[in-house]
């Protein structure tokens, strides 16, 4: 059978048991549509820290250049500083795959009503800048005379905005939509008049597609109070990273959201990976909702060009979600981790 070959990083917390689920769900829907999921299990965490001293071995990166996809779960645990776990695997695997589109898509699921405001639908694509802006590794710790100071500095290159920018501008043409940009040009920061004046010159070349820019604290209390409103939201790396985690809120819980690592190039394999974390306060219970993971299998599948057997997934999340019986506790229900996944399992057309 024809196949695909895919990284699977359960990582640590709930990672260990949403990634498992997910496969399951995959795995299904795989013999459906006659292909076949080769997963390369890469035990690569914290515990895996602690045994190694590292978060994945030398050549880790090499391995994961042999696959078609990574599937990722969430890394994180309160046993090791959160600078050596992410900055050990997951940025290095974002940066050195020019994983540069970070992609979530946010809707109001079937069932689900959102926790903030009483909406019917909507339906946003939140286009994150993923490998440099806020994120970079330039700043540290330094005494000085006056007391320590602790420096971050933000790099945003013109390549880097433009490249993000582009992406976006021609999602929101292939959806019809609009695009807001998210800044913060009225503060005194360097960056976002640059980064402003490089998305106006990116969209002069897309005539057809309205945008307006929005000031990045104006854009939560949107989200918040009219997400329908709204379509492509763009957004640097920080800004990109709070919007999703607030339009994952609105849309029921952190559980359900999904997102995208994108090399759009295709020079690279992409990962995919929940925008929830390791959730350590409820990891080891089996009462993680799955669907974030899922969804996230199903934006692989239609990555590597298994779009129908993406849209089953999307499908049988849509029919687990418009039935109350089978919520896990963050949704308001009692379902457990089992509970949906042989639910999603079932409901695949
Ligand atoms: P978190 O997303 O792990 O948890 C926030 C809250 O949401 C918790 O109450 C948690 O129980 C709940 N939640 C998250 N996912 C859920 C799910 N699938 N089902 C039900 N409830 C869910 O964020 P945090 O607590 O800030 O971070 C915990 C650890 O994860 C930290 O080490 C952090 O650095 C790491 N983290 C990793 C990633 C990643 O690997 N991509 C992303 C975010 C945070
Ligand atoms: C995410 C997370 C990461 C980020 C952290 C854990 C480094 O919040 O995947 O969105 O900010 O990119």
């Known amino acids: 059978v024809d196949g695909h070959l895919v990284a699977a990083i359960p990582g640590d917390g709930i990672g260990k048991e949403v990634l498992p689920a997910a496969q399951r769900v995959l795995d299904a829907v795989a013999v459906r549509h006659d292909f076949a999921l080769s997963w390369c299990e890469l035990p690569w965490s914290c515990s895996w820290y602690t045994e ?10 090499d391995r ?16 090791v500083p959160d600078h050596i776990s992410l900055w050990g695997l997951l940025i290095p695997i974002r940066r050195a795959f020019d994983q540069y589109v970070n992609i979530r898509p946010v809707r109001l699921l079937p069932g689900l009503a959102s926790r903030l405001r009483e909406c019917e639908a909507f339906d946003v694509a939140i286009v994150r800048e993923n ?19 602790a420096v971050q500095e933000s790099i945003f290159t013109r390549r880097g905005c433009e490249r993000l920018l582009r992406y976006a501008f021609d999602l929101a043409r292939q959806r019809g939509g609009a695009l807001v940009s998210a800044t913060k040009s009225n503060g005194i920061m360097h960056t976002m008049p640059f980064w402003d004046e490089v998305t106006a010159e990116v969209a002069a070349s897309y005539p057809d597609v309205k945008w307006q820019r929005m000031h990045v604290d104006a854009l939560t209390a949107r989200f918040i109070t009219h997400p329908e409103d709204l379509d492509v939201v763009v ?9 999703g985690n607030i339009a994952a809120a609105v849309s029921g819980s952190l559980g359900v959201a999904p997102s995208a690592n994108l090399d759009p190039t295709g020079r690279n394999p992409s990962m995919f990976e929940p925008v929830h974390g390791s959730a350590p306060d409820i990891a080891g219970r089996g009462v993680a909702n799955p669907i974030a993971q899922v969804w996230c299998g199903a934006l692989m599948l239609d990555h590597l060009g298994r779009e129908k057997a993406a849209a089953d997934v999307l499908t049988a999340i849509e029919t687990v979600t418009a039935d109350p019986a089978l919520r896990t506790r963050d949704l308001g229900g009692r379902a457990t981790t089992k509970d949906v996944t042989s639910a999603l399992v079932d409901a695949l057309p």
């Open 131 to 149: 490998t440099e802006g806020e994120y970079s590794d330039v700043g540290g710790r330094f005494a000085t005379p006056a007391g320590e100071v």
């Open 52 to 61: 190694h001293g590292a978060m994945m071995p030398p050549d880790g990166i």
């Open 235 to 243: 957004g640097s790396n920080l800004f990109g990273d709070i919007l």
């Open 64 to 79: 994961l250049r042999e696959t078609d996809a990574i599937f990722l779960g969430a890394v994180g645990s309160p046993s």
